[in-house]
């Protein structure tokens, strides 16, 4: 009646916890209780990742029959993935159980319970935190394709007094306002107006207006600003600016002001340097910059990271050069709680930096409703359509729109919020696509679309066709050869941006395409993305432009932000061109997210899951989008049940846990038999029986599957850490259960 009444609770919670609410990953090892059987599973081993779509595992599991004694064994299973980054899990769906192994068993007894294990386990779906398959895939890890980017580095300007970036990348685009003799300029990352009758500039920095004869400068405090500042009209996003008019006193100098016409980075330190040693090597950083500096305390050259990339100079003020992956060995012994280590992902070698490749390789996939997404595709192009041909390919794609459209012989493919669709016009009607031609995946960096490479589509049915993306499509890129892959923001190649001025229409069409550089972009391991923008770069928290124009609408507005995909420090709407969405999160960016739970089901839309915790236990649900439902219950029942979450399958096929010596048992029909380790291998762990009394050790087969066991607990140890800290200490330890 208990069980029951955790079950009904569990399920209540799915009933009411509507989509929209995070699945998460319930803690392990789970139980499930039917027909008076319980089978109670750890958590899976992974052998592969076949294309971060197909996952195969070993599960080492407790089998108890109705009326009999619990039987250890190892099943080996199958299963399709959906990963949800933004809730940082994925589901495990379709699972099928390949092969099930009681190693105690004679073969007819084994049968039969395999036959009870079949029957069990539900094959609908279960929920795993990403954290913990990163961890257990250090052991497999896939090769990864790195990206051929350009890593010429950009203009860095040094200042330790306090500064801005003004970007306006190419020729200024004014803009006019109307009923005014001002004009602003569109692709500036401030707010710059010019005077049409006097010529001058005058640019809006925090709350103080800065006056120069030129955007290069020189820029100073004006006597006074134009009267028809005053006149701004309203509707077009000018209330910031219109609340500074007039100035307010200005209380201490104003910032200093860098120029560029290209993108840029700008490294602002409060005051003179302050070097901070790096516990446990010969790395200082400067801890009064938000910008990651680096130098050796015996005088080696600087280093700044740069949207993934290193960069090093004699000086603070330059010149700076590419460093790549060559940086001193010290860089990989930077603690992991030190206020430094959040560079770590970007030191090559280093665990950080091979999870953040792995990352960016696993897609995000949503299954999409076929006839809901072509009601919502509409592509606009300023004047006729345009194409120019894509470098390297027989393909072209199109200049005049801001979304993503290709010719590939003689039909027409868009890829729209990270779902690709056919057309035989340029124009539409679009369709879902059920493949993509190959040609399309050989587009180069260079090419401002390719980007779209990074999307794929599978599994087309009649109403139905799954998407998905790696983190490529929204400016995530690998970088580097071998151990030396890392991550990084953009693929450095400049596109100029699409100017067009209608006929007849009073503002221009500014369409920027994303910049690697001045926008800030620091690597946040939480997201598994680049999160931009500081105040130094702008008010809207990135470079490109603050104005665009939607011919669809007709609508002007100046607070757009060529931002990254993972948001920003603004409350500003954003745009993101890489993907042509206009809606993010504070700290993460789904390219299906403006579709709607009837068009894209995400990976917490598909499965939903809930959990109740009493003094009794944990009771965790789930329900699939095909409506499956079942209940995972974990609880005190038993001696089992209270164990952690150390049971672990060897590749031998038989079942193993580890004593608090860190001696390996083996299981055998009923007793854990401790396994010798082979000679030389952690000399330093005493040879301590696990069990009561002269247990009997386990055969030399066993001992030599001690190495990968004990890689395979220290990353569950490292999974189950991570995952505690990504849902807010949720997760147990090494048990990875809930805390109580």
């Known amino acids: 009646m208990r069980r029951a009444l955790l079950a009904w609770a569990a399920m209540s919670v799915l009933a009411s916890g509507a989509s929209g609410s995070p699945m998460q990953d319930p803690g392990w090892p789970r139980q499930i209780a039917k027909d008076g059987a319980t089978f ?17 595992a070993r599960v080492a599991f407790s089998l108890t029959p109705a009326g009999g004694k619990p039987v250890l064994g190892v099943t080996s299973l199958r299963a399709g993935t959906i990963v949800d980054r933004e809730a940082r899990t994925v589901f495990l769906r379709d699972i099928e159980l390949t092969d099930v192994r ?72 004014p ?62 996003n000018f209330d910031d600016v219109k609340k500074m008019i007039p100035p307010p006193p200005p209380k201490g100098p104003p910032p200093k002001i860098f120029f560029s016409p290209a993108p840029a980075e700008l490294i602002v330190a409060k005051g003179e340097p302050v070097y901070t040693h790096v516990k446990g090597t010969r790395l200082l950083f400067v801890s009064n910059t938000e910008a990651d500096v680096f130098v050796d305390e015996a005088g080696s050259p600087y280093y700044v990271l740069l949207s993934g990339r290193w960069f090093r100079a004699p000086k603070l003020a330059g010149p700076w050069t590419f460093a790549g992956g060559d940086l001193p060995e010290d860089f990989r012994k ?48 300023d004047g006729p359509p345009n194409f120019v041909a894509i470098p390297d390919t027989s393909m072209q794609y199109a200049t005049n729109t801001q979304e993503k459209v290709i010719k590939a012989g003689d039909l027409y493919y868009l890829c ?46 009649p109403t139905t066709v799954q998407s998905s993306y790696a983190a490529g499509y929204v400016g995530v890129f690998v970088v580097g050869v071998g151990v030396g892959m890392t991550v990084a923001y953009g693929t450095g190649f400049y596109y100029p941006p699409y100017v067009y001025y209608p006929p007849g229409m ?26 931009v923008g500081r105040r130094a770069y702008g008010p809207y928290g990135a470079a490109g432009s603050s104005a665009w124009y939607n011919p669809a609408t007709g609508r002007y507005g100046r607070s757009a932000t060529v931002q990254s995909p993972y948001g920003g420090r603004t409350t500003a ?31 917490n839309q598909w499965a939903q899951t809930g959990h109740v915790t009493t003094r009794n236990g944990t009771a965790a649900g789930y329900r699939t989008s095909s409506g499956q439902s079942g209940v995972a219950y974990r609880g005190s029942n038993g001696n089992v049940v209270k164990t952690d979450n150390g049971v672990y399958a060897g590749q031998d096929g038989n079942v193993y846990r580890k004593d608090s010596s860190g001696n390996w048992n083996q299981y055998d029909n009923g007793n854990w038999n401790q396994v010798d380790r082979p000679r030389g291998e952690q000399g330093n762990v005493p040879e301590a029986r696990s069990g009561v009394g002269d247990a009997p050790r386990a055969s030399q087969g066993a001992a030599r599957d001690t190495e990968s066991l004990d890689r395979s607990a220290q990353s569950r140890d490292r999974g189950a850490a991570q995952t505690q800290q990504r849902q807010g200490g949720a997760s147990g330890g090494r048990g990875g259960g809930r805390r109580r």
């Open 40 to 56: 109670l599973y750890y958590q899976p081993q992974i052998d592969e990742w076949k294309d971060y779509t197909d996952l195969f």
């Open 102 to 173: 009681f190693p105690s068993l004679d073969p007819a007894a084994a049968k039969q319970m395999g036959a009870l294990v079949r029957q069990i386990v539900p094959p609908g779906g279960e929920t795993i935190s990403l954290d913990r398959v990163l961890a257990d895939l250090e052991n497999v890890r896939t090769a990864a394709k790195p990206v051929h980017v350009n890593n010429d580095p950009p203009p860095i300007f040094f200042s330790t007094t306090p500064a801005i970036l003004l970007l306006v990348p190419g020729e200024a685009v």
């Open 175 to 236: 803009a006019p306002i109307d009923k005014t003799n001002l004009e602003f300029i569109v692709n500036a990352n401030w707010d710059v107006f010019r005077d049409k009758t006097t010529g001058k500039y005058f640019l809006l920095v925090e709350k103080f207006w800065l006056a120069a004869p030129a955007l290069q400068g020189p820029w100073a405090l004006p006597a006074s600003l134009p009267a028809d500042l005053g006149k701004l009209p309203a509707g077009q």
């Open 334 to 381: 930077i603690p992991r709680d030190s206020p430094a280590a959040r560079v770590l992902a970007s030191v090559p070698g280093t665990i950080e930096a091979a999870d953040a490749v792995m990352l960016a390789q696993i897609p995000t996939t949503a299954i999409v409703n076929r006839a809901e997404a072509e009601k919502k595709v509409k592509v606009v192009y």
């Open 416 to 461: 729209f919020q990270a779902v690709w669709f056919v057309s035989a016009s340029p124009t539409g009607p679009w369709k879902t696509a059920d493949s993509i031609p190959k040609e399309i995946y050989a587009i180069p960096p260079g090419s401002p679309v390719y980007n779209v490479t990074y999307v794929y589509v599978t599994n087309p049915t």
């Open 506 to 531: 009073m503002y221009p069409v500014y369409r920027p395409y994303p910049c690697t550089y001045g926008a800030a972009a620091v690597y946040n391991p939480y997201t598994g993305g680049y999160a």
């Open 573 to 603: 709407s954003t745009y993101n061109p890489w993907t042509g969405a206009r809606a993010s999160t504070s700290q993460g960016h789904n390219a299906y997210a403006q579709w709607g739970s009837t068009t894209a089901v995400r990976g």
